[in-house]
């Protein structure tokens, strides 16, 4: 099957977030290809697996999300368009790099959606601890250094969720890789 040039068509964004998000997409291109330092890159999603994320949450009625790794906003803008025709829907997404938080409120400003977003900056594991949930989708996209999360720097990652009672997984092979893991219902 063909690729798509352009996966924000496929699913009927509007034409001006599209714009925006293939602006914050090149950004980000252009970024990690000059940064040498990591925890200055973008790294941001591929366009398909953001596209296939956006069709997951939308898909799965999904009205809870916490984003771990906010970056420039590139994926929290497509979570939260995901969320839009929503009512009752919360999206928390938490950063640690504070000149990232601010170019993710500045995007989100940008795409009308920062008002739809609890941006929050800080480490994962310490701020974690202060939310109020439940959450229904987590949406993991941190530092795969130390938490990993592509084939070959994900290996303990996908172990552990392997091991977990109760939940069933997959990784897709679009973009780098998303891993998916599902938790049954009791």
Same mark, same amino acid.
């Given at each position: %099957?063909? @690729? ?33 330092? @990591?925890?200055?890159? %973008? ?14 949450? @939308? ?43 601010? %170019? ?19 480490e994962a594991s310490a701020t974690i601890r ?57």
């Amino acid at each position: %099957m063909p @690729r798509s040039p352009n996966p924000t068509h496929d699913i009927n964004l509007d034409p001006e977030l599209a714009e925006l998000l293939s602006e914050i997409e090149r950004f980000g291109k252009e970024n990690d290809r000059r940064e040498t330092d @990591r925890k200055r890159k %973008m790294l941001n999603l591929e366009p398909e697996t953001a596209a296939l994320l956006h069709i997951l949450v @939308r898909a799965t009625d999904r009205r809870s999300i916490l984003e771990i790794g906010t970056s420039n906003g590139y994926s929290t803008i497509w979570l939260a368009d995901a969320l839009r025709s929503r009512t009752e829907c919360k999206l928390v997404s938490i950063e640690r790099s504070p000149m990232k938080l601010e %170019m993710a409120r500045q995007n989100l400003l940008r795409a009308g959606l920062l008002g739809s977003v609890t941006l929050l900056e800080g480490e994962a594991s310490a701020t974690i601890r202060t939310l109020e949930g439940p959450f229904d989708c987590v949406f993991f996209d941190a530092d795969r250094i130390s938490a990993p999360s592509h084939p070959g720097e994900i290996a303990n990652y996908l172990s552990a969720v392997a091991g977990l009672v109760g939940f069933s997984s997959v990784t897709v092979p679009i973009g780098k890789g998303l891993n998916i893991a599902y938790r049954q219902s009791p």
